[in-house]
């Protein structure tokens, strides 16, 4: 079945410094989405990208789609305490519509 | 607005016992989702409905049942717990596709324990 493969799984930087989560899929994606989850509480969503090859940005976050409409990526510039979480990526699992698979996510922990 | 609220918030099982977590949402969305959340392994699908009626199994579904008779809720069973289904559960729901991105709200989670 489809997978959604997102690397690293955990990542820990020092306040200020850039990071970054890669999102994988072995399929192509119509679309794909973005959640943060801060310790102990649910998911958000953030944001989605449709188009081939699109940028969108939230103030120090980037989010990227590949040209193959395969893979993601995530950039925070200058990391804060307030980034601390797990950041997830979401894709079309396939099969009938609002099938919404998930990838394994990276746990970000920011040192001040 | 409430948006998607799950009961109970917590609850501790023995094997064997049954049980069934109660998710409901006032957003009148079409989809709504039942994900499992372990450590190390991410939001598992276990069922989803895409409307009043209707279910579908995801990725995890075996152990599980679910029921979506009104549009608003969407009931998660356990006919016979098994420690392995020891996890925080996770309803979220979306509006259908026509509205153009299938963005799910989630509720504050549901944390079982099996002993």
């Known amino acids: 079945g489809q997978q959604v493969m997102q690397i690293p799984q955990y990542q820990h930087v020092q306040e200020g410094e850039d990071f970054t989560t890669y999102c994988n899929s072995s399929?192509?994606?119509?679309?794909i989405q973005w959640y943060k989850q801060r310790p102990g509480g649910h998911p958000v969503f953030l944001i989605q990208?449709?188009?081939?090859?699109e940028v969108k940005k939230q103030k120090r976050l980037t989010f990227q789609f590949g040209e193959a409409k395969k893979n993601s990526s995530l950039h925070i510039t200058a990391t804060q305490t307030t980034d601390v979480g797990t950041y997830f990526c979401?894709?079309?699992?396939?099969?009938?519509?609002?099938?919404?698979?998930f990838g394994k996510g990276t746990k970000l922990s920011v040192k001040p | 607005n409430a948006g998607v609220t799950q009961t109970p918030k917590f609850r501790v099982l023995k094997t064997g016992q049954s049980m069934t977590l109660l998710c409901a949402q006032d957003?009148?969305?079409?989809?709504m989702y039942w994900y499992r959340q372990d450590p190390g392994m991410g939001l598992r699908l276990i069922h989803y409905?895409?409307?009043?009626?209707?279910?579908a199994k995801g990725e995890v579904p075996d152990g599980y049942n679910v029921s979506r008779l009104k549009k608003q809720n969407f009931l998660l069973g356990l006919e016979s717990a098994a420690p392995s289904q020891t996890s925080v559960y996770f309803c979220?729901?979306?509006?259908?596709?026509?509205?153009?991105?299938?963005?799910?709200?989630f509720g504050a989670g549901s944390r079982l324990t099996v002993l």
């Open positions: 979220a729901s979306s509006p259908d596709r026509s509205s153009g991105a299938n963005v799910l709200t």
């Open positions: 399929t192509t994606l119509s679309n």
């Open positions: 990208l449709v188009k081939s090859g």
């Open positions: 979401a894709g079309p699992g396939g099969g009938s519509q609002g099938n919404l698979i």
């Open positions: 957003m009148n969305h079409e989809y």
């Open positions: 409905s895409v409307g009043e009626g209707t279910t």
